[in-house]
């Protein structure tokens, strides 16, 4: 008889431990978040998405904040107007969260609690928008899809920026990430979006998802995951090889490590 596999909760469970200890290793780091959304990762990630879902002025924008982190992209998003909530299943980086808000001066925008994705505390029809970096891929997706649906204004979108499990070649060394000298940075449970995930996002939406192939996240992949880094002539070699394979031969973005997700209510 087949052993059940990890329930929902159960990996909640494990993703809180994981991320509690991540916080703890980023207590000491500078909260002042730069005006420059290129500032960081998630600054880019942020215009992208905002460029690509046409999302318009942010002045008066209710926006939920799935999987906070520690705060950079609600700081972001409420310096553009925008009144923020947010949720992280990880107490001790919300506390972080938090504490970023009051640096930067919007902690009276921004309102941020404990929760998981899969029961969303808000009232229904509560938001203009739903936004997440490598959110979903952490959660039980068809769950997280429907509270979705369930939280946002009609006409509203969500909209997430996540790894997907289209390329091949990526699906092979996932499976000795940990190995052979390939680094695993995520937690336990997580996974790439799979086509399942995706039909569960568009039956939750009623067929409104789109998937967009932004660029081609490959080759940088290997100077995260093995080189470390450590070679900054590799590093701007490895991103010039993801920026001219997007350019030159634009079906590969769809093997991208990363894609954009739109969803509209």
Not at 103 to 122: D, H, I, M, R, T
Not at 143 to 171: S, T, Y
């Amino acid at each position: 008889m087949a052993h059940p596999g990890p329930t929902w909760r159960d990996r909640q469970r494990a993703e809180r431990q994981f991320y509690d200890n991540r916080a703890a290793q980023e207590a000491d780091r500078d909260l002042h978040v730069a005006d420059d959304l290129h500032h960081s990762t998630q600054g880019i990630s942020l215009s992208v998405l905002r460029a690509r879902c046409h999302l318009g002025p942010s002045e008066g924008m209710r926006v939920l904040d799935c999987g906070c982190g520690t705060g950079m992209a609600a700081v972001l998003w409420a310096r553009s107007g925008a009144r923020v909530w947010g949720f992280d299943i990880s107490p001790q980086r919300v506390s972080l969260a938090k504490k970023r808000a009051v640096v930067n001066g919007v902690a009276n925008q921004v309102s941020l609690q404990v929760g998981a994705f899969e029961e969303l505390c808000y009232q229904a029809e509560s938001f203009d928008l739903l936004f997440g970096i490598h959110v979903l891929h952490h959660v039980d997706v068809a769950k997280a899809a429907r509270e979705a649906h369930r939280v946002l204004k009609p006409g509203g979108k969500a909209v997430f920026w996540e790894p997907m499990d289209r390329n091949p070649v990526l699906r092979f060394f996932r499976r000795y990430a940990g190995r052979f000298g390939i680094v695993k940075l995520g937690s336990q449970h997580e996974h790439p979006l799979t086509s399942r995930d995706l039909e569960d996002l568009s039956a939750a939406f009623g067929g409104r998802a789109r998937v967009h192939n932004t660029g081609f996240y490959f080759f940088s992949l290997l100077d995260r995951n093995v080189v470390r880094y450590r070679s900054r002539a590799l590093s701007r070699l490895l991103r010039g090889l993801d920026l001219g394979a997007a350019r030159l031969l634009p079906p590969l973005r769809r093997y991208s490590f990363v894609g954009l997700v739109e969803l509209t209510k």
